[in-house]
């Protein structure tokens, strides 16, 4: 794991400074391919490598590009038209820095958790490859709710309502959704909260819907959503398909949704979501539109958390 609190730092000096950096990417290209949709990661890491002066070419590589192979030795007389091992170098030639988006199929849980697409970017394209949410991770979101957490620690500690001489306690809350989701958000948040250390760290779920315990080791688990609330400084809220049996709903109960009922279990906790959100399926009306929200702010932070990791990339590149 990187230097957690050190990538924070650097993310909100961006966010005081968005441009005190503006010439470490002149002359540098990024390639953002999105190989699934997006809104929030592709716009954040446009601006982000603009603020460093960076060029940015975007590519809608599933909806326009040529149809990539990602198995070694496939015999390519299928759909797939392009060898990830013949694009990837060009880029490597195109871009000083590579970042992409792709899902997983949710059917076979080894390759998704092998990671071959990203891997195989990596591996083929000799440039630094970032990740925009791949199988299992989206490393960037993570970063940018940690800045969001640590910054509204400082906020609360200036006015002594929460963490102060204390853990701060963080719930990561399963949520309905109407499909199967990937479990990436969830795996990162688990995965990056672990790594920091500086909070007390619960994740309830229903049954069956446990996470790999790659990620969640180190982590509270339970069933019992109110028990888990209790007390609560911060309410992550994530739906993510089964892992075990992998990638169904077996549980789609709205009593999982969080509610300003739900809500006054918690330390007058403040309600995070990764976005896009399914309204009054996943989180309720008067969740998002309340004051305990921090949806907006988190999405904003987007940007300064990929500056941060582009500008630390840039440092290290010649
Ligand atoms: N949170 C997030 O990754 O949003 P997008 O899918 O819109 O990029």
Redesign the pocket.
């Known amino acids: 794991m990187p230097d957690i609190n050190g990538l924070v730092q650097k993310a909100l000096a961006y966010k005081s400074d968005p441009l005190r950096n503006k010439k470490l990417g002149v002359n540098k290209r990024i390639g953002c391919f999105f190989l699934n949709p997006?809104?929030?990661?592709?716009l954040s890491t446009q601006i982000a490598a603009q603020n460093l002066g960076m060029d940015v070419i975007v590519f809608n590589v599933g909806s326009e590009g040529w149809a990539l192979e990602f198995e070694e030795e496939a015999i390519m007389s299928g759909k797939t038209v392009e060898h990830v091992k013949d694009a990837a170098p060009i880029m490597g030639k195109y871009f000083d820095i590579l970042a992409i988006r792709t899902f997983p199929s949710l059917k076979n849980r080894e390759d998704d958790y092998s990671e071959l697409f990203i891997n195989q970017f990596a591996r083929y394209a000799g440039i630094p490859v970032v990740s925009l949410?791949s199988a299992t991770l989206?490393p960037l979101?993570s970063l940018t709710d940690v800045m969001t957490i640590t910054e509204e620690l400082q906020k609360s500690n200036l006015q002594g309502s929460r963490g102060k001489n204390r853990k701060s306690k963080i719930v990561l809350t399963w949520a309905p959704h109407v499909k199967p989701l990937p479990q990436c958000v969830a795996n990162s948040f688990a995965q990056w909260i672990n790594a920091w250390g500086e909070a007390e760290f619960v994740i309830t779920y229903p049954e069956d819907y446990e996470l790999s315990k790659e990620f969640t080791n180190g982590a509270t688990l339970t069933n019992d959503q109110d028990e888990a609330l209790k007390g609560a400084d911060f309410v992550y809220v994530k739906n993510w398909s089964t892992y075990t049996d992998y990638g169904k709903i077996y549980c789609n109960d709205p009593e999982w949704m969080l509610t300003n009922e739900k809500l006054r279990l918690t330390n007058n906790a403040k309600v995070m979501h990764?976005?896009?959100v399914r309204r009054n399926v996943e989180l309720s009306d008067e969740v998002l539109d309340g004051p305990s929200s921090l949806v907006t702010e988190e999405a904003a932070n987007r940007v300064w958390a990929a500056q941060a990791v582009l500008s630390e990339i840039l440092t290290a590149i010649p």
């Open positions: 997006s809104m929030r990661t592709r949410e989206h979101q990764c976005l896009p």
